[in-house]
Each structure stands twice: as C-alpha cells, then as structure tokens.
C-alpha cells in the first residue's frame, strides 16, 4: 500500500456516516411524490420546513390565517387531483386549519394538511406544553383519515399513507401529524433514502361491473322522461370528453350542481338549468353523475321529486347508494371508466328523450327566461344583485378562461343562476355546507395550480371571513379580482334591532364601508362601483391589468332576502321580530 493509499483510507474510516433529518426527509418525501407547492402559515415548530421546502424548489404560499391555506389546498386538490398541502403550527394554528380540512373532506377535495405539534410525552401527560393539544385524535372526527408519524424512519410511510388517502375512492381531507423531536430527529441518510416511498398508481382506476352497466342502460332504454344530474364529482373526474359524449349521443337534457356548471358549457341546447324545479319534478328516471342526493337536491325525495321517480346513480363511493331513496341501478366506479363502458355498451338509438319531453322543457325554459331577462333588464338604482350580475355577466362571457369564486347567500344563490360558465371546473363556491370563507383561500388556491385570473364575486358579510388574505393577494401579485357585494349585511342592510337599545341588528354590517381602501393598503387597485356602468368599466380594467384588485360594489341594502334562498331552511321561515 502506498502512503496516499494509505492515507485515503484513514480517511474514510475517519468519516462519520452522513446523516439527514426530519426536517430534510419531509420535503424529500414531498418532492418524490411530485409535491410541488405548500398553502401555510409558518411558526414553531415547522418554519424551517418551510424554508427547506422553498428551497429545494417547492413553492411554500405564506397566508395570514390558516383556514384560507387551508381552502387553497383543498381548492387545488380539487383543481389537479393531487392532494394539496396545507401547513400549519401545532395547537391554535392546527385548528385553524382543521375547518378546512372538514369542508374539504365534506365536499370530496384531496388535501393533507400536515401539522407541527408539541412534545408528545408532555401532551399525553397534560403537563402544560407550549402550544399542548393531541391532534391526531382531535382530527380524526373530521377528517378521511389521520395518522401521526412517531420515528424519522417513517415519515416516507406516512406522507405516502397521506396521498393514498386524499385521493383514493372518494377523495378527502387527510391529516398527518410531525411532533416537533421528529422533525428535529437525526437518522442515517442512507437508511433515510431507502424509507422514501414513491406512491405508485395513487388513485387506480375503479371499472364498474359489467352487469351494473346493462342494469343502467336497461333502465335509461325504458325512459320517457329522462334526466342526468352532474354533481361536482364529475368535474373532479375530469370525464369531459366521456360526458359531453353520452350527453350529446342520448340528447338526454342535464341539469348542472352548481360546481358542475362549465362541464358542458351554460348555454348548451340540453342545458336544463332554467327549468329546473320543473324538470326535477316531472323526470321519470334520473342519471345521478358524482351528485349525492342531499340537502342541495332535497334529498330526492317529494314535494320537489316524484315518489315514482327510478334512479341511477353513478358514484365511486358505494356507501353512497341508497343514502336518501332507493337507486335502481347503482354504478360503483370512478366516472371516467363508468361512463366509458356505459359509451361502449350504448346501442345506437336505444336511449333517447321523448319529444313532447323535450318540448315541455323547452318551453318551461321559455317562460322562465323570460321572467328572469325582465328582472336582468332593469336598472334599479342602487344596484339590486340582478343588475350588478348582469353587468359582471357581460364582462365575463368573454373571458371563459376566467375562475369565478363565489360566496354569500344572496351574492351566492343569484350569482349561480346569472353567471354563466362555459368551462368545466371553473366555478368554485360555498359548497356541500354553505360555508362562509372559502373566498380568498379558493381564489388564492386556483390563481397559483390553475395560472388564471380569478373573479372572486363576494357576499360582504362572506368577505369578512378571509378578508386578511388581501395582504397575501398582493404580496403573490395575484391576478384576483375581489368584488364586494356590499348590501351592508347578512342577507339585507336594513334590518333594525327589534328588542330596543342601540345596538345595531345581528345581521347589520356597516353599509358605508369603503372595502376598497383595504387592498389600497396593500399596493393592490381599489374601485368603488355604484352603477352597472362602472361596475363593468371597472371589472374590464382590472382583467385588462392582470393584478389584485378589489371592487366595491354598492347594492341596495333592501335588495335580498332572509337566507337567500333558503328561506325554508329557517326553523321560523321568517325573521323571529318582537
Ligand atoms: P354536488 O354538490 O355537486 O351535487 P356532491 O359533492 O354532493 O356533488 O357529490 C359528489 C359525488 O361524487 C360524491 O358522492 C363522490 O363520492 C363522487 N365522486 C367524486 N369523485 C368521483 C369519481 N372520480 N368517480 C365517481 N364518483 C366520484
Ligand atoms: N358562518 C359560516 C362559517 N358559514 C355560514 N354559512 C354562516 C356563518 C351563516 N351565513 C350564511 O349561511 S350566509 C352568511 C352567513 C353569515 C352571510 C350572508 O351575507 P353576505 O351575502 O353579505 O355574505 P348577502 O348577499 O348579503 O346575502
Ligand atoms: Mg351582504
């Protein structure tokens, strides 16, 4: 042996084994399973899992609270079918996220959110830790699934039990708890590589059974008076081509939920949107495409559906079958094989919607357009949510491409009817629970994963939820366009306190708020819109422009009504008044 010889070998055994930590196995785990962007609010015990994500090149979106990361995360697994990631700190800042995570899971979205938390030993033992709480179980009533990592080494098992369980079957919010001395931990790095795990196939395909398929086709065969229901499944599907193909084929009319609105454009011939309460009703047998029969659709039960009424339902979840009437013919797969072997099977000409079927719904559609292009008309002054839509309506029927966030209750319940989507995927709203404050975090979410500009159109009481996000819209230099349907409250402006005294009613917000002044603060463009003239001047400079903006926009505070549209979900139907 040589003395260098000799030399080189001293130093290798000198050498101590590399080693890694919790900390650098996270991202790597993250990155291997194409993880390429993080929605969080940083703090101990993960800032500097955020900083290590950004620099290995994950994108790491910085909010200014955690339930909007968390609706950006729920909104882009929604948007990309990979799970979005959700970062939060350990106790406060976990269950601040955790009420996204619930929506997300409500509403079918793939999303993990991944969560610092404290000293386990001290937690379990309730000796008052820093920021104490047992998350994991805490989670799980709330979430598809919740795991805690407990050694460095299985990280790589938990991220990918994470991912399998967001997007797999129906898809859903999933927890996944790093206890601060794991991240921290040391382990080998070679023994680290070798616990990554790449998560191969994901979300496999779920091909339906065959005799399940000649069931449904039977049954559509014997339809007068077919309908096809297209829930907010079927645009995660993304069967567009598969639908629009058997739509199309059949001349079966359909009826969009309202996130489904875009699958086939608004305005298609077989669009049954403006006779809805009509064709509900009067269908003998209803195609049910990633729609659950619930609350939204009156649980399919009467006064709005017919007692008679033979369902087929097509959904991944198999539990979901018979959860409110009978299904005749259940199709238990995931859409896109479902509707490819339905095509494969379909004999020319064996389903088809009777004419005088098609007649009766044409001209119910008719008479409501007619009723509904009377009040669109009108230019009440102040704005009513008629007018005000009407004019966004316009600016936006030349911008299919744009993503319209929407939240409130009338804001909500009329902006659904009046825009007009012609994209699938493109309409993002209040969801399964009605919730309020998705606004900003799902206008945040689509901007960064879909790369369009976002019109987020905003009830102002809904607005009030992630209002603060204003800050991170201009800090990204986001292309969102906020406008406030400012109406000065809950439902109505112009409630008054009943019971005496002075202070204002509970659904009284300020009327005069000048919102606009908020994103000025942040460098963003502010309006202020009082006619439908300039709120559509407005509207087109800020798409023109391309950066935050915000429009307030003035409606008269008498204009809506008491839940919107659900006024029969009120225990008195009406305002309780002394
Ligand atoms: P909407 O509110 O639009 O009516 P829901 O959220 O109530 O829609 O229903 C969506 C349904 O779609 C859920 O029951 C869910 O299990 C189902 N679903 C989600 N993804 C798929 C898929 N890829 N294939 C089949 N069904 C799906
Ligand atoms: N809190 C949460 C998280 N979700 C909710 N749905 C509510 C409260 C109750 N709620 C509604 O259901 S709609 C709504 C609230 C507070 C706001 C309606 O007022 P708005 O819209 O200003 O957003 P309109 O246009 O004035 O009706
Ligand atoms: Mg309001």
């Known amino acids: ?6 030399e080189t070998t001293m130093t290798d055994q000198l050498q101590t084994p590399a080693v890694t930590d919790g900390f650098h196995i996270v991202v790597d785990a ?9 929605f969080g609010v940083a703090g101990i015990p993960i800032t500097d899992l955020a900083r290590l ?14 339930q909007s990361a968390g609706n950006a995360a729920a909104i882009a697994g929604y948007l990309t079918q990979k799970p979005g990631i959700c970062l939060t700190v350990s106790a406060p800042g976990f269950l601040n996220g955790l009420v996204a995570v619930a929506n997300a899971t409500t509403n079918g979205f793939p999303m993990i959110q991944i969560s610092g938390s404290s000293n386990r030993a001290i937690v379990d033992l309730q000796q008052g830790d820093y920021e104490e709480l047992d998350q994991m179980n805490a989670a799980k009533p709330y979430t598809k699934a919740a795991f805690r990592v407990d050694r460095p080494e ?4 938990g991220v990918a039990r994470a991912i399998r369980a967001a997007i797999s079957g129906r898809p859903g919010g999933v927890y996944l708890d790093l206890p601060a001395d794991i991240l921290g931990a040391e382990l080998d790095a070679d023994v680290a590589v070798h616990s990554l795990v790449h998560v191969v196939d994901p979300s496999p395909r779920q091909i339906p059974a065959p005799e399940s398929i000649s069931r449904a086709l039977e049954l559509l065969a014997s339809a007068q008076r077919p309908l096809v229901i297209l829930g907010k499944g079927a645009a995660y599907a993304q069967a567009d081509q598969e639908i629009r193909s058997f739509l199309e084929t059949t001349g079966i009319p359909f009826l969009p939920m309202s996130m489904a609105k875009g699958l086939l454009p608004d305005n298609h011939p077989q669009s049954a949107a403006a006779g809805r309460s009509f064709v509900l009703a009067q269908a003998d047998v209803v195609m049910l495409i990633g729609a659950r029969l619930n609350w939204l659709l009156g649980h399919g039960k009467p006064p709005q559906w017919s007692a008679t009424t033979r369902f087929i339902q097509f959904d991944i979840s198999p539990t979901e079958i018979d959860s409110n009437r009978p299904i005749a013919a259940p199709v238990v797969g995931d859409i896109r094989s479902a509707l490819q072997a339905l095509l494969t099977d379909l ?3 064996s389903v088809r919607a009777s004419s005088a079927w098609l007649d009766a719904i044409a001209q119910r559609k008719r008479l409501n357009a007619e009723r509904m292009a009377a009040h669109l008309a009108a230019t009440p002054d102040p704005m009513d949510f008629y007018s005000a839509l009407r004019a966004i309506r316009d600016v936006l029927v030349n911008r299919p491409d744009v993503y319209v966030v929407n939240e409130g209750a009338n804001t909500l319940d009329f902006g659904r009817n009046i825009i007009d989507m012609y994209e699938p995927r493109k309409r993002l709203d209040s969801g399964t629970w009605g919730v309020m404050g998705i606004g900003m975090g799902y206008a945040i979410g689509a901007a960064v994963v879909g790369g369009k500009p976002v019109v987020a159109i905003v009830g102002d009481s809904a607005f009030g939820f992630s209002g603060m996000e204003l800050e991170t819209i201009c800090r990204y230099g986001l292309p969102i366009i906020t406008i406030i349907f400012n109406n000065g409250g809950i439902y109505r402006g112009d409630d008054i306190n009943h019971n005496g005294g002075t202070d204002p009613s509970p659904t009284i917000l300020m009327k005069s708020a000048r919102y606009e002044k908020l994103i000025e603060a942040f460098g963003g463009t502010g309006y202020y819109a009082t006619d439908t003239k300039s709120l559509a001047n407005t509207l087109t400079a800020a798409l023109a422009s391309g950066k935050p903006a915000l429009i307030n926009c003035v409606i008269d505070p008498k204009a809506g009504t008491e839940s919107g549209h659900l006024t029969n979900l009120n225990p008195q139907g009406i305002p309780v008044r002394k």
Do not use: C, W, Y
Request: avoid cysteine.
């Open 53 to 66: 994500a950004q620099t290995e090149g994950i994108r790491f979106i910085g909010f200014r609270h955690e």
């Open 1 to 6: 042996m040589t003395t260098s010889q000799l």
């Open 154 to 157: 299985d990280i790589g098992i």
């Open 30 to 38: 993250l990155k291997l399973n194409a993880v390429d962007t993080i």
């Open 347 to 349: 004999k020319p000409g």
